[in-house]
């Protein structure tokens, strides 16, 4: 076995931070994501918006990549993506979603599970109109998800959007934008000495029942 991988079977380092008493119980857990997201990053805990994100095709097969979440609001949580990719297929056939985040600055993970569905038009606009241009021509010229032959040929895609929207405006591409995830499932990871970590539960049976059944776990 190669030194480093021994070095990190044998690191057994306790988790020590912080606890999550029953009190929390009360709180409402998308407010409870906020304070927890606004910890990680007065924390500067890595890029504290990056977040996982795993959806089930139509042969039930799960897939898992890397997201930003870009908005917070009362109905859930944003990211933006482009609406033809493999992600935003699979939720076309199976809205479920499930997304994590791991602040290991704090700690902390938190798993949330829930429907995606596409996010209003306005919110697209405003966050695409937000963007760099380099991006803004970026998602014109990326068939995401899609197999190309070179990279070349992403780069004359590039450069020829570029020169379609010379001296203007880009707008936002109709296959482009954000995805919005209703949770009905939050559950609350503080890592614990011993492993006896804390794990509070928030679930409930769709995302627009209004009182939410709290549990705590074994870890
Ligand atoms: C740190 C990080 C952030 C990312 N943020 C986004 C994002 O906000 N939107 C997006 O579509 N892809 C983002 N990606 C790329 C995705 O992980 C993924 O490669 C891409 O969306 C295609 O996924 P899909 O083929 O499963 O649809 C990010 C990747 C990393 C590593």
Sequence with gaps: MEEFIAK???DHSDFSQGSLDDQVKKEDPLKLFQKWYKEAYEKNCGEPHAMVIST?????????????MKDLVEEGLIFYTNYESKKVKDIRV????????YWDCLERQVRIQGTAIEAPAEMSDDYFASRPRASQI???ASRQSEIIQSRE???QAYAAIEKRFEGSNIPRPPYWGGILIQPNYFEFWQGRPGRLHDRICFEKA??????????????
């Design 8 to 10: 990190l079977r044998d």
């Design 56 to 68: 089930v095709d139509k042969q039930l097969q799960p897939s898992s990549r890397t997201v930003y």
């Design 94 to 101: 199976n809205p479920r979603v499930s997304v994590l985040f």
């Design 138 to 140: 970026g998602a014109w």
């Design 153 to 155: 040929e992403l780069e």
């Design 206 to 219: 769709n995302p627009t029942e209004l009182t939410w059944q709290v549990t705590r776990k074994n870890p």
